[in-house]
């Protein structure tokens, strides 16, 4: 069975400052990763996904994670942060051959100015 | 290509009522998924569908909860009788054909508050 942990219910940065959210995971076969972004009133985007191909992975507006077998790791960062990256963060995975989705509990990105 | 479609956007109602949602997936999108999403977690899978077959409803309260994909295109999710930790987003989701790590695209969600 799969299973994702972010660490961290909420996280607050400067504007221009380093954004890392971090997300552990354990599965029992190779999995497949996700981070998902929502704003308010709206649903889940995708920012990027790992599929066993490069470790490190670079999505839209900015982010990028890096899949760190030894450490069960697929943490998201962004060099510098912006106001509008203020969301709500979700980390996912999925096994190999499976269809099913499954969500961390979510990390709340507060940016301060 | 328009994305996936959901309504009502919000919904308020008195628990033992019921209501009902629509979701309208992306054109040629054979899966189709439903997730309850609790205020402050992540979303969490109800139902799957194949075409207009049940994958996956492993998760989805059959005492209370349906839903049902007649043609394959459209799904409805039923919640009757409400209950007050019934209040939630249902976010509904598809996903074209297979393929190695094609994603889910997820509609805007439906509110729902019961009283």
């Known amino acids: 069975a799969q299973s994702v942990t972010q660490l961290g219910s909420h996280v607050s940065v400067s504007e221009g400052a380093l954004v890392l959210l971090r997300c552990n995971y354990s599965?029992?076969?190779?999995?497949?990763l996700f981070w998902y972004v929502q704003y308010p009133n709206q649903g889940l985007q995708l920012l990027l996904k790992y599929t066993s191909a490069a470790t490190l992975v670079k999505g839209i507006n900015g982010f990028e994670a890096e899949f760190k077998k030894s450490e069960t790791s697929f943490h998201l960062t962004k060099p510098s942060a912006h106001m509008s990256d203020a969301a709500e963060y979700f980390c996912a995975v999925r096994g190999q051959g499976a269809q099913k989705l499954v969500f961390g509990q979510g990390t709340r990105l507060t940016i301060n100015p | 290509e328009a994305g996936v479609a959901q309504s009502p956007r919000y919904k308020i109602i008195e628990k033992r009522q019921s209501v009902a949602f629509w979701c309208n997936p992306i054109?040629?999108?054979?899966?189709l998924y439903w997730y309850q999403q609790i205020l402050g977690q992540g979303p969490k899978l109800l139902i799957q569908f194949q075409n207009n077959g049940v994958v996956d409803d492993s998760q989805l309260p059959k005492d209370r909860f349906s839903a049902e994909r007649l043609k394959g295109v459209d799904s409805t999710l039923k919640i009757q009788p409400a209950k007050l930790e019934d209040s939630a987003v249902y976010l509904c989701?598809?996903?074209?054909?297979?393929?190695?790590?094609?994603?889910?695209?997820f509609g805007p969600g439906t509110r729902l508050t019961v009283t």
């Open positions: 054109s040629g999108h054979a899966t």
């Open positions: 599965s029992s076969v190779p999995p497949y």
């Open positions: 989701a598809s996903r074209g054909t297979s393929g190695r790590g094609n994603e889910q695209y």
